[in-house]
Antibody, heavy 121, light 108 residues
Framework: QVQLVQPETEVKRPGASVKVSCKAS????????IYWVRQAPGRGLEWMGW????????KYSQNFQGRVTINRDTFASTAFLELSNLKSEDTAVYFC??????????????WGQGTRVTVSS | SFVVAQPPSVSVAPGQTATLTCGGD??????VNWYQQRPGQPPVLVMF???DRPSGIPERISGSNSANTATLTISRVEAGDEADYYC???????????FGGGTTLTVL
């Protein structure tokens, strides 16, 4: 079946970077885009960015400009989110989600279980 | 960038109809998507392109979009509908995805 598999947890120090993976299975990876969305404890959903898994083009939220990088490995059917210069406010669950088109920012029809990233000294 | 507003909470008795709104300037010109999120779970798409249901979503959940308000309507509300609901659009001006702040649906 279609699924996106993410690691469960990551723990990082302030100032460090985190790289979260999202492995897709059950469909042709390059036929759908990928969103990254985060959710801080008790808060709503926040869009971080998107990657066209076919050609690698990306778009990033201005809220993370300069700190976020999204890329993919088509041979491994895996997308990656890297967030640098971590702060305690980056403590959140980070979700990847499949987008209904490789080129357009549409709805997200399949979601990973999320990776809980804790930033603490 | 485009701003979408959702009421923080809506309460409804079992069997009644819940109306969840998503407001934005001339939002009818955008495609609105809705997600349901239960505690500790990832979001689930329940409506896309204003009024299209993904497979597996019951017909008692419907969507509409007119003027400055998109609406998700849940008829014959059940205890299992209790969750947070988020609307989402793509803002062509900023080329960004925007989520509403979410509405918590409480079944009394």
């Amino acid at each position: 079946q279609v699924q996106l598999v993410q690691p469960e947890t990551e723990v990082k120090r302030p100032g460090a970077s985190v790289k979260v993976s999202c492995k897709a299975s059950g469909y042709t990876f390059t036929s759908f885009g990928i969103y990254w969305v985060r959710q801080a404890p008790g808060r709503g959903l926040e869009w971080m960015g998107w990657i066209n898994t076919d050609n690698g083009n990306t778009k990033y939220s201005q809220n993370f400009q300069g700190r976020v990088t999204i890329n993919r490995d088509t041979f491994a059917s895996t997308a990656f989110l890297e967030l640098s210069n971590l702060k305690s406010e980056d403590t959140a669950v980070y979700f990847c989600a499949r987008v209904g088109d490789p080129y357009l920012l549409l709805y997200a029809d399949v979601w990973g279980q999320g990776t809980r990233v804790t930033v603490s000294s | 960038s485009f701003v979408v507003a959702q009421p923080p909470s809506v309460s409804v008795a079992p069997g009644q109809t819940a109306t969840l709104t998503c407001g934005g300037d001339n939002i009818e010109t955008k495609s609105v998507n809705w997600y349901q999120q239960r505690p500790g779970q990832p979001p689930v798409l329940v409506m896309f392109d204003d009024k299209d249901r993904p497979s597996g979503i019951p017909e008692r959940i419907s969507g509409s979009n007119s003027a400055n308000t998109a609406t998700l309507t849940i008829s014959r509300v059940e205890a299992g509908d209790e969750a947070d609901y988020y609307c989402q659009v793509w803002d062509s001006t900023s080329d960004h995805v925007v989520f509403g702040g979410g509405t918590t649906l409480t079944v009394l």
